[in-house]
């Protein structure tokens, strides 16, 4: 018999092809599987979500706006990535396989992705009286924010929204405008960018950095945040507060009862 045309043989050829067909039809099968469970999830936490996401009240400076995007480590323009939930799993996937990429600190965009998102998930939980919203609300709302808003868009929205402790009366203060006012006595148009960036260290731990109770943890982010901005070298001799701030007494020590 012809071996050309020796069944058994063909059949022995063929195999390997077949196997690499069932492969890739398996690839893409599991490649659209991931795509429409990430779709779904996406849609899932952004079920009850209004169409029409918080804006900001006002618009603040281009230069504190970059001021801002520097304290986070942004270089360059401000410039946010379009994302989506394909691309989410995708860069979930590559950290998780990257065990050094986990250990280094989220750029700027995606801080300022995750904070907004964070900050507006609240916004939204408050507003509606429901419990606070759990991390796949926050994540849609990420993606979301990245493909309908620029980048100056959420820096304003934060600077409006982020808390910056307790004033005297032991009121929360919210925004910048509030902070300005309580540390200054000023608008926060009317401050140096050294006292601008010197409240930027608040909303990163309100507590944790308080200049009254915690001056030496306030100094040391003072001086991280002047360097990153370029206002002052990263020195201790220049982490000293701006004169013009107000810091008075902890209002921690003030609650505490006096020793007889």
Known sequence: MDVRTDPNRNDARSRPLRALRYLAALAVALFCLIVALSY????????????????????????????YWRAHDGQGEIRLPRLSPPRVVWNVARMLADQDSMRRPPSAAVQLLTQAARAMSWQLAASSGRAPPGHQVELSLGIALSRERQGEQLIDYLLERSYYGQNAGHRSMHGIDAAASHYYGLPVERLTAAEQVALLVLPRGPSYFDPACNPERFRQRYATLLALTGLAPLDAAESAPPPRMRIGACARDALQPQAR
């Open 40 to 67: 779904a999830l996406y849609w899932q936490g952004l079920a009850g979500v209004p169409a029409e996401l918080p804006r900001a009240q006002r618009t603040y400076s281009a230069d504190l706006r970059r001021l």
